[in-house]
Structure formats: structure tokens, C-alpha cells
């Protein structure tokens, strides 16, 4: 059992739930990059996290190839940014173009959060399902124990009209997921977690906030969407990954006004949301998270913003990274910090009001009131 100490106040006392977490920010990734040179990257981040004894390195949404739901393309040109879980019979570990990864990460006994673009199954017509995925390896399973598919999907699906705009054609290439927000527990970053096999029942008061750390995942998009981290909120969860590729200007997709006129100012106001929805829903949901972007100038002409950062139960940022380059940040968190947030201001059994809360599930658009 673990010796979280409970005071008064609901605070919790330095807990022995610390573990030493890394962001694996990659700088751009042009179109004609090979997937070998961007690897070499990526381990050479992994590499860093080792020296530093991170425990989970989190790396961005479709880490190892450009953004490519920016172009138009169809057919191999499509497919070559897709990995096939078919040919390796449904097991990540074994991609070709990922195996690198999962072999370092299990040499060093670190656990992954990975961004790809999967090339799922086929459907009955012969059409493959495309998802953006996310999947979670935990080295102490040696094995891919969780996987997450981008519920929201940005963008369009046709391409805008105008040729010089950036397009965002997630819609067009990628299918809503179909997991739901799971949470999950990853074993082995915590000591004398609580468990089944020790006689301990999951709920008791007893083993609330003691078992291993309940984790869930959140591609992109999803981090805007407070109806996103409430699903991991009520299920404990005490840690959110999330990876991203933001777009820093892209007037057709976000719109524009006078405040951001500016290439500038339209950067710093995508920072700022990113920021602002990363610190809020940490702490309505009394979890830390960590958030990783692919950022930086892509083929020289299509901006990506930074700001990559983990960031605590009380919504306040640990450390940010400074560069729009490959940048690993790294940070010890406490998961017993959650404790107060989830048995005081948000102890969600005693204060949430869900005979409220129904147009949330039942109406997708809006519906304003008669007028008057
Ligand atoms: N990749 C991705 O989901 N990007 C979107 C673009 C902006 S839509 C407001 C994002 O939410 O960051």
C-alpha cells in the first residue's frame, strides 16, 4: 500500500506517487523527410528522457511524418503516411516504420504515449478504415496496453476553394474514433500501488487515489473539449497525454478579426487557447497533463505552434518548452497532488448535478432561445 498522508485539509503530503515525466517535442517535418531521419530524432529525444530517468516519454500526434491532412492527396500518396497493423497481425510493437521506438523504450523500461496515422482494418466494401491514433506501451507489461482514437476531427472534408489555403482534411481522411475515452491504469511507475492481488477492491475509501495511476489520452482537437477530459475526469484519471499539431495561421479554418490581424498575433492567440484549455480542464478534472506538440515551419511555409508543456492538478504549468524545435521537457510530478482537487472543490459525488446536464448528450448544435 502506498503512504499517502492525508491531512485535514484534504491536501496530500508529498506522496511516494512521484514520477519523472518527459515531452518529446519534434520541430517540423518536411514532406520529403525520411521516416529513418525523423526516427533517428525521435530516439535521440528518448535517449535524453533515459538520462534524465523519465519514466513515460509523450510524443505528438502523427509524430513521425509531416501534417499531412494539409495536402490533397489520394491513393499511395495517402497511404505511405499510414501504418499498417494488418500485415503485423494488430500488434503496434511490430510496426516496421515504429519498432525502433518500442525496442528502445523497452530497453529502458520507459512507457510511450505514440501519435501514428492507422491504417486499421477493411470494411465490407474493400474500403480501409483510417484512424489518428494514439497508443500507450507500458514497459512493465512490455506490451501496448491502451490505444485511443481522435474522437474530434477538425477541418473539412472537401478542400477550400481558394488555392493558397491551408486545408485541414481530417474529416476526409480519417475516421471519427470509436473507443470512447477509456481510462487506464499503467503498471509499474508507482511503488506499492494497491492492487487486486494484495486483497485491495477498487472505490474503497481506503484505495481511492492508491492503486497504479489511472492514465487516459486525448489527441489534438480533443483537448478543446471539455466534454473530452470529463469522461477521464469521472473515471480517477490523474494524468492526460495528449500530442498536437496546431496550426499558428489559418484564416479559412479559424477565422480572423481585428484582434489578430497579424500572422503574430493569430500565433500567439493559438498558444494562448492552447494554454488556456490545457491549464483549465487539468484542473476541473484534478489531473496533471502532459502535452507535446509537433511545431515549427513545416516545408518552409506552414507554421506550427509550440508550447509544448506538463501541466499540474491545480492547472498551473511545471515547465514549458522554449523552442519550436526537437526539445525534450521534463518534469517530476506528484500523482498524490490530485487528491485534494478530487475530494474538495471538484469531489464530483457530492457536488455535480446531472439532472442538469442532459442537452450536453442529447443536442450536438446549438439551439438558442426563442426570440423574443
Ligand atoms: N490537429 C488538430 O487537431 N489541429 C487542430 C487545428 C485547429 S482547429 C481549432 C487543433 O485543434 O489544434
Redesign the pocket.
Known amino acids: 500500500m502506498g503512504s499517502v498522508q492525508r491531512l485535514s485539509a484534504g491536501h496530500t503530503a508529498e506522496s511516494d506517487r512521484r514520477i519523472i515525466v518527459g515531452g518529446a517535442q519534434l520541430g517540423p517535418i518536411d514532406v520529403g523527410a525520411s521516416r529513418g531521419e525523423t526516427l533517428q530524432r525521435m530516439l535521440k529525444l528518448m535517449d535524453d528522457a533515459h538520462k534524465q530517468d523519465v519514466k513515460l516519454i509523450v510524443y505528438p500526434?502523427i509524430a513521425t511524418v509531416t501534417?499531412f491532412?494539409r495536402h490533397i492527396l489520394e491513393g499511395d500518396e495517402l497511404e505511405q503516411y499510414f501504418e499498417n497493423e494488418q500485415e503485423v497481425s494488430g500488434d503496434p510493437t511490430k510496426l516496421t516504420n515504429l519498432k525502433a521506438l518500442f525496442d528502445k523504450a523497452r530497453e529502458y523500461k520507459m512507457d510511450m504515449y505514440l501519435g501514428y496515422a492507422e491504417h486499421a482494418a477493411e470494411s465490407g466494401e474493400g474500403e480501409h478504415i483510417h484512424y489518428n491514433t494514439a497508443i500507450y506501451y507500458s514497459a512493465a507489461a512490455d506490451k501496448v496496453i491502451s490505444r485511443y482514437r481522435?474522437v474530434?476531427?477538425?477541418?473539412t472534408f472537401e478542400p477550400y476553394e481558394r488555392k493558397d489555403a491551408t486545408n485541414?482534411l481530417?474529416k476526409r481522411y480519417f475516421t471519427p474514433g470509436n473507443l470512447g475515452f477509456e481510462a487506464f491504469r499503467a503498471p509499474g511507475l508507482v511503488a506499492d500501488a494497491a492492487s487486486k492481488s494484495s486483497g485491495a477492491k477498487a472505490n474503497e475509501p481506503d484505495t481511492l487515489g492508491r492503486g497504479d495511476p489511472i492514465l487516459g489520452m486525448l489527441?489534438?482537437?480533443d483537448?478543446?473539449w471539455p466534454e473530452a477530459w470529463r469522461p477521464y475526469g469521472l473515471q480517477g484519471a490523474e494524468l492526460v497525454l495528449c500530442g498536437?499539431?496546431?496550426?499558428a495561421w489559418?484564416p479559412e479554418?479559424?477565422g480572423t478579426n481585428k484582434k489578430i490581424s497579424t500572422k503574430e498575433k493569430a500565433k500567439e492567440e493559438a498558444l494562448f487557447h492552447?494554454k488556456l484549455s490545457l491549464t483549465y480542464n487539468s484542473y476541473a478534472n484534478a489531473c496533471f497533463s502532459i502535452n507535446v506538440a509537433k511545431c515549427g515551419l513545416e516545408d518552409g511555409k506552414y507554421p506550427l505552434i509550440g508550447g509544448s508543456c506538463i501541466v499540474d492538478c491545480d492547472g498551473e504549468v511545471v515547465v514549458e518548452a522554449k523552442t519550436e524545435g526537437d526539445e525534450l521537457i521534463v518534469a517530476k510530478i506528484d500523482l498524490g497532488m490530485c487528491r485534494r482537487g478530487k475530494e474538495k472543490v471538484f469531489a464530483f459525488e457530492r457536488h455535480r448535478r446531472t439532472e442538469h446536464y442532459g442537452l450536453i448528450v442529447e443536442q450536438t448544435g446549438v439551439v438558442e432561445p426563442e426570440l423574443l
Open positions: 500526434e501534417f491532412p481522435k474530434h476531427l477538425p477541418g485541414q481530417e489527441i489534438c482537437n483537448r478543446r498536437y499539431n496546431t496550426t489559418a479554418l479559424l492552447n
